[in-house]
């Protein structure tokens, strides 16, 4: 994806297909980033609960409890930033791009939105790295 976007967005640049063909990908793989933070978040429960360093709830006496504090807050943050991107950014940029398509408008719009929806998802790929980050400095001590 990383090769292809440049070469899409720049082909695609003021086209509605670009906004189609953004709608159509948000639409396949939202699910997708749901289902892998579920699995991750039911994993990381039961791999937790069955650590020896596990005290308890909200015990952090020891530094595996902090490392994995941290860890619970960057997951926390991928919480957060992926149901703003749901649930507020996605629906506007739908219809800021049904305005585009329909002539009525909505280019500043619309590109605002596609600038905070990059910002968040990259802070969503930061925190991801940061949990697997984390788990691994837990695994370590």
């Known amino acids: 994806m990383l090769l292809v976007w440049p070469e899409v967005r720049r082909t695609l640049s003021q086209s509605p297909e670009l906004h ?49 504090l941290f860890k619970h807050i960057a997951l926390l943050g991928m919480i957060v930033s992926g149901a ?16 585009i398509e329909r002539g009525q408008g909505g280019d500043d ?16 790929a930061g925190l991801g790295v940061a949990v697997l980050a984390f788990s691994a400095w837990a695994g370590s001590l």
């Open 20 to 68: 189609r063909l953004l709608q159509r990908l948000r639409l396949r793989f939202t699910p997708w980033a749901n289902l892998s933070l579920a699995v991750l978040i039911v994993t990381g429960l039961v791999q937790m609960s069955l650590n020896p360093n596990y005290d308890g709830l909200m015990q952090f006496n020891n530094p595996w409890s902090r490392v994995i």
């Open 84 to 99: 703003v991107l749901q649930l507020w950014v996605f629906p506007a940029l739908e219809r800021a791009s049904l305005l």
């Open 109 to 124: 719009d619309h590109e605002r939105l596609r600038r905070q929806e990059v910002r968040l998802t990259w802070l969503n």
